[in-house]
């Protein structure tokens, strides 16, 4: 956070879900956790589609609002339940 010129509080970036997290609501906790072991090829292609995607609408927001952030936050809260192997395999 910081201020601009007339004192109001401003944000210095801005942030979206990351791609785990929204494979996780699209598909339901269930399915993702189960795709994970027996279809982590179909889950690897959606996670790079929503990466894609969330990438895109990054700098969608970015031209449209005129922002200047310098950086995004990505939060990716359902990646914190893989353990260290496949947060690197899938989430990383």
């Given at each position: 956070l910081g201020t601009n010129?007339?004192?109001?509080?401003?944000c210095t970036a801005f942030g979206t879900l990351g791609p785990?997290?929204?494979a996780t609501d699209l598909r339901g906790p269930t399915e993702i956790y189960t795709d994970l072991y027996e279809r982590p090829d179909f889950l690897k292609k959606?996670?790079?589609?929503?990466?894609?995607?969330?990438i895109k609408w990054?700098?969608?927001?970015?031209?449209?609002l005129g922002?200047?952030?310098d950086g995004v936050f990505i939060g990716d809260d359902?990646?914190?339940?893989l353990s260290p192997d496949l947060y690197?395999?899938?989430?990383?």
């Open positions: 010129v007339v004192g109001q509080l401003i785990f997290t929204v959606l996670l790079d589609i929503l990466t894609n995607k969330i990054c700098e969608y927001r970015k031209q449209k922002e200047s952030k359902s990646a914190a339940a690197k395999e899938f989430a990383y």
